[in-house]
C-alpha cells in the first residue's frame, strides 16, 4: 500500500505501474500479484479502502476526545483538510487525473463512503445531538469536504483554521441547531 501511495503521489495513477509499484516495494510482479489478485484496479481499490479506514481512525480520536459540538465539528474538518493536503498522492490525482477521484465520489459510488462515515463516525455526536441528526450531520459534512476539495472556494479554504471555524460557527452550528430543534418537535 505504501509503495503504491509513493508511486502514484510522484507520477500519478495512469503513469504508475505494477512494475514500478513492486519494484517500490521491494518485491517482484509475481508477488504483488498473488498479493492482490486483480491487478492494477484491485491494488487501486485497496488502497482507497485503506485510505478511507486510516481518515476515519484518525477522526474517531479527534471526534471522540471533543468537549463540544462545535470542537468536535472544527477538529474533524481540520484533521480531514490536514490529512488530504497531507497525502502527496491524493494531491497528486486531484490535480492531475480528478476524474479517477470524481469516478470514486460520483453518484452510487458515493453513498458506501458517506454510509462508512456515519456509521463510524455518528455515535460519536450522539452525546451532542439526536442520533438520526448524528449520522446526517457526518454525512453533511462529508460532502461540504467533498465539495471545497474538488470545487475551491475564494471564501472557504479548509486549509485555513480560521475559515473552518467560520463556516461551523456561521453555517454548520446555526442549521444544526435549526435541525435539531426540529427532529426534538416531531
Known sequence: MSAALRCIGRWGVAKSTLDDIAREAGCSRATLYRLVPGGKAALLERVARSEV???????????????????????GLRATSAFINESEALRTVVAHEPELVLSFLAFDRLD????????????????????????????????????YVFEPSAFVDLAQPDHIE???????????EAADAAVIRC
Open 53 to 75: 479506514q486510516r481518515l476515519l481512525a484518525s477522526l474517531e480520536g479527534v471526534i471522540g476526545e471533543a468537549a463540544t459540538l462545535h470542537d468536535a465539528l472544527t477538529g
Open 112 to 147: 458506501p463512503i458517506l454510509a462508512a462515515s456515519a456509521q463510524v463516525l455518528g455515535p460519536y455526536l450522539e452525546r451532542f445531538v439526536e442520533p438520526s441528526l448524528a449520522a446526517e450531520l457526518i454525512e453533511w459534512c462529508a460532502r461540504l469536504v467533498f465539495s
Open 166 to 176: 467560520a463556516l461551523v460557527s456561521a453555517y454548520l452550528m446555526p442549521g444544526i
